[in-house]
Nanobody, 122 residues
Framework: QVQLVESGGGLVQAGGSLRLSCAAS????????VAWFRQAPGKERELVSF????????YYADSVKGRFTISKDNAKNTVALQMNTLNAEDTAVYYC???????????????WGQGTQVTVSS
């Protein structure tokens, strides 16, 4: 089992920055990737970014490239998403999710956090 807890969401002005954190616990050695998804009302869930647990590879959606940075703190077993130059299109509930080694599934991200709201005011 893997447990994920997000934090850091809130209200921010357009053009501002926000840093989200995902704390992982439990069987963290089984994790392949940790990803950030987001979902706005009336929109489909979107994969924003992921990082391998080893930190060796990352992915960014085109919509956030150059603005968002994903990173991992090995000492704390946390994954952060630094979000810069935020705009109204970034408003959504952001979810942290984990994918384990060897999982074959339609949606391989089987562990999810509770979500944290990010609201960009303009």
């Amino acid at each position: 089992q893997v447990q994920l807890v997000e934090s850091g969401g809130g209200l921010v002005q357009a053009g501002g920055s926000l840093r989200l954190s995902c704390a992982a616990s439990g069987r963290t050695l089984s994790i392949l990737n940790v990803a950030w998804f987001r979902q706005a009302p009336g929109k489909e869930r979107e994969l924003v970014s992921f990082i391998s647990w080893s930190g060796s590879s990352t992915y960014y959606a085109d919509s956030v490239k150059g603005r968002f940075t994903i990173s991992k703190d090995n000492a704390k077993n946390t994954v952060a998403l630094q979000m810069n130059t935020l705009n109204a299109e970034d408003t959504a509930v952001y979810y942290c999710a984990a994918r384990r080694f060897g999982v074959v599934a339609h949606n391989p991200y089987e562990y999810w956090g509770q979500g944290t709201q990010v609201t960009v005011s303009s």
